[in-house]
């Protein structure tokens, strides 16, 4: 019976471990940072306040905040609709080829993306790819601003995130009851009420699985915006990295990454509420 | 006096609060082939479980061959089990999953591959040593699942509703077959069915399970022609229940009078008017009879049915609200709505007293 | 009607592809390409893949991200698959709360970590370096495994155990000889989640990489600010060939493995 109790131990204390000590702790770590001071030479006084939670509100934050919620909400809405149809599409092949085609939709999503983001420069810049081509074509007089701007952002984002939402979304449609489908069709609905009436109900939790696998990157991916914003764009990523690595002020990045994880789990309760399964997120 | 080789002496088992197995106790014999036959939820797997181990006993002692086993480890215990689903191991090869428990007791190799060989050809599987499960029916799957409980080489088999997930033939023929084995090995076999057909055909002795009890343990045929409660008689087989009230007693005959107000006359055995009585009669002992005698009324025959080997119908008496259940061997067809006398014969006719609520 | 919609629809998905698949094509062409500036094709070389070799950062940065991807798989699986075998079976004080703090790192945004990481290094004076960034590759790394693992396992019927101990075989027995192989697959795609991970991130390394401690993402990263040679092509290029590789061995042997034993 002790020998039993020692082994129990002896197994289950890697994941305790772990979880407190690099999980744990640090974000706790983080919490408490959130409350200190900063001095002015990057250093933090131990002092209590509520300052860096009350900077957030400051205007030019806001502003950069909901910058980010709207490039995020911007690049979830457009990967929902590229995934949507993408996946009905999808069912029309035969098993065998559709799994083949979702191990494609990985396949750039398991190479480095930063060398798939530089991909995009090479096409989009004034002297790229795209930009060459459709002058050569006479379709444009001078190369149009495809990135260092807001655009060159979601294309980036959705381009890296693309896969997050397709794999979940194909897994939700792919799981309808194609006879419930028809049996819709025998009752005389239509494409688009079949689609407002089955597969968007069937489907919601795939869907705001991907949401959630695809908006929270996208507030803190700070390496797109600064390669396809050309660094002039901030998003919260690059707020909380300049606060630790440029201006040094630790406590208000960490109120920020506080305010994150607390809009993160306000969200993941939405995705239980409506019926999704933690261990299906990011689940690949 | 046939020898006792596995005692449950007043077994429970509590789940959270609630008792699933209440004061069970049963002497299971060397060599015979003992049956568990109850509806699901009554307890009759897990009482299988309790004897291999998996479930750990609340209360009670189970022993084997006299040595007390209760707080043994289904690691260590010598009895093995035929899984509902076969459990086999699908990474392994048939002879890999027939060797496993012979490698686990680290049997020397050359025994070990002279025992697998056995119980292959015993259970006629020769040739499939080196197939994956999946490469098997479901008859060759449940072969591979015995080999691998038998060739164990111990005293007691548990087979836990081990032959439900085949279809209906197969299942007939494996039933014939695995009684075959039982005799051959003299191998103690522990069966769990909610299948009464398969309990019937296959058992020495059953035993009826009932919310966590034995309502009564027999032969097939005891447990058939006599049912000792009105839960047997209404698991087992077809009957048709009546309750009555005894009207006059003779010597030998007592009269009594059903609720439907049949008046019948049955065996006496030393009852008192005015005592309550459960009569239980099977459908396939009521007879059509041309004239009227004693235990013989008219009735209204609906919903006839011809199967070719017997002839179901109800029939409707009295103020037509309750209709018997009977079965015919004859060929005779009966046109539905027909007038006919039927006849109860008092032999065939089963008590249970009024303790039967 | 019907025969147009369906080339409609095929027209969609294949230009869902080319989307997908545009920058990676496009970075290999451009390290075949003569040329230094990856904006015109003039002809075909293979004078990026020579000078690459030669490219001492560039070379030690990807030592560095493969070893902190082939030793934080390693471990991340390793400890992931015993999580997850452990969370199942085992109850223990505190059990709900682990369980909830490892799905932290898979929903909070990387860079949360990647700063809660840092300031705990700089907490507990750690030097940063290759020691921090596998420590901080494994912590992101092992839930994923243990979603994965997790997933075969709840799908496991539990009779296969039974009849592991029903024949006689140990807790540590029955788990190397039933369970494991049986989780195998499981185990499999989570190291290769854990492994895919490592090899891309830039986040979580961007903050616990130290001075001497460069991977391939970060060194690319500063690249791109500076000016990007078509040797980091090559590079990019042979690195997605590995990956393809790896990927398309483990799909064969897993498929091979499941005709053989059906499913599992």
Known sequence: MNRKKAFQIIVTLPVVVYSLLLILIPIVYVLFLSFLKSDSFGGIEYQFTLENYLMIFDIIYIKILLKSFIIGLLTTFICICISYPFSIFLMDKSETKRNLLIKLVMIPFLTNSLIRTYGWIVLLRKSGVVNTTLSSLNLIDKPLNLMYNNLGIIIGMVYTLLPFMILPVYSAVSKIDARVIDAAKDLGANKIKRFIHIIVPETLAGVFNGSLMVFIPAIGYFFISDILGGGKIMIVGNLIKNQFLTARNWPFGAAISIFLIVFTFLLIRIYKKIGGKLDELGGL | MEKVIIRLENVSKKYDKDYVIKN???????????????????????????????EAVTEGKIYLEGEDITDVSPIYRAVNTIFQNFALFP???????????????????????????????????????????SELSGGEQQRVAIARGIVMNHKVLLLDES??????KLKREMQVELKKLQKKLKMTFIYVTHDQDEALTMSDR????????????????????????????????????????????????????????LLLEVDNNEYQIDDKLTLIVRPENIQIVNKQSSNTYIGKIINYIYDGALAKMEVKFGDEKKALKVTLFDDKNYEDDSQVYFKIPKESITILGDNNE | MEKKNKTLRNLFIILV???????????????????????????????????????KDLLEAFRNTMIIAVVSTAVSTVIGTMSAVVLQKYDFKGKDLVNKLIYIPIVIPEIVLGIALLSVYTLFHLNLGMFTLILSHIAFSIPFVITSVRSTLTQLSPTYEQAAYDLGAGKIRTFFDVTLPLIMPGVISGGTLAFTLSLDDVVISYFTAGPGSNTLPLKIYSMIKTGITPDVNALSSLMLLVVIIVLVSITYIQSKSIQKRGKV
């Not at chain 2, 990474?91 to 025992?115: C, E, S, Y």
């Not at chain 2, 032959?163 to 209906?168: K, V, Y």
């Not at chain 2, 009932?210 to 087992?236: C, M, V, W």
């Not at chain 3, 390409?33 to 293979?46: D, L, Q, R, Y």
């Open chain 2, 163 to 168: 032959l439900c997930s085949l279809d209906l």
């Open chain 3, 17 to 55: 592809y080319t989307f997908l698949y545009l920058p990676i094509v496009i970075l290999v062409v451009f390290s075949f390409n003569a040329s230094k500036m990856n904006i015109v094709f003039t002809h075909f070389t293979f004078e990026w893949y020579a000078k690459l070799f030669q490219n």
């Open chain 2, 91 to 133: 990474h392994m090869t048939v002879w890999d999953n027939i060797n496993f428990g012979l490698k686990m007791k680290k049997v020397p190799v050359d025994i070990a591959q002279k025992r697998i060989k056995d119980a292959i050809s015993l259970v006629k599987l020769d040739g499939y040593e080196k197939r994956y499960p």
């Open chain 2, 24 to 54: 069970l106790s049963l002497d299971i014999y060397d060599g015979e082939f003992l049956t568990l036959l109850g509806p699901s939820g009554c307890g009759k797997t897990t009482v299988l479980r309790m004897i291999s181990g998996l």
């Open chain 2, 206 to 261: 059953i035993a009826i399970i009932n919310n966590g009890t034995i309502e009564q343990l027999g032969s097939p045929r005891e447990i058939y022609h006599h049912p000792k409660t009105l839960f047997t008689a209404d698991f087992i087989g077809e009957s048709n229940i009546f309750k009555a009230v005894v009207k006059k007693v003779s010597k030998d005959i007592a009269y009594v009078v059903t609720k439907e107000g």
